[in-house]
């Protein structure tokens, strides 16, 4: 046996968004089998929409883990099969009301590869036309308007503190400046 192959593979739970597996796999010694738990999703996109003026439209979103609102940029999950652009396109639209005439991928990154198996694809969005935001039954949310500087300024304070938000923005600033 080589270290990390699979051996096994469980499916725990299902539901729409999420399945929960239980995997034994080869320890690093070669001999000792371990087991792994862990999410797995279709993958998940996030959307930083910039308007005319500069601003960039966020969202103050209700976490029911975290029991209180936190900043984000538009992020939900892909269907399975789905396009990652058109993901995009259904959550800027769901979470903001907003549709847009220019949808820039700008790569992708792993959320958490400790705990899920899960591709979340970073868009660019410009060109915003304004609309009705159309919530799923789980979501509380309002749309912000922040410059750069109030982005970051968020930052330092430990306002804007959600990961996904965090990596698409750095994602984001470093492509922009190259």
Known sequence: MKPFDKL????????????????????????????????QTSGSVIIIPRLESGKYVLVDEYKYLMEDYRYCFPVGGLKEGEDPKVGAERELHEETGMTCSELVSLGSFEPNGGLMKEECFLFFATGLQKGNAHLDETEKLTTVEMSTAEIEESIRRGELQDGFALSAWLIYTLKHKG
């Open 8 to 39: 096994s593979e469980e499916i725990l739970d299902e539901n729409p968004w999420w399945t929960y597996k239980h995997d034994t796999f080869v320890l690093p010694d070669g001999v000792s089998i371990g087991n792994y738990y862990y999410g």
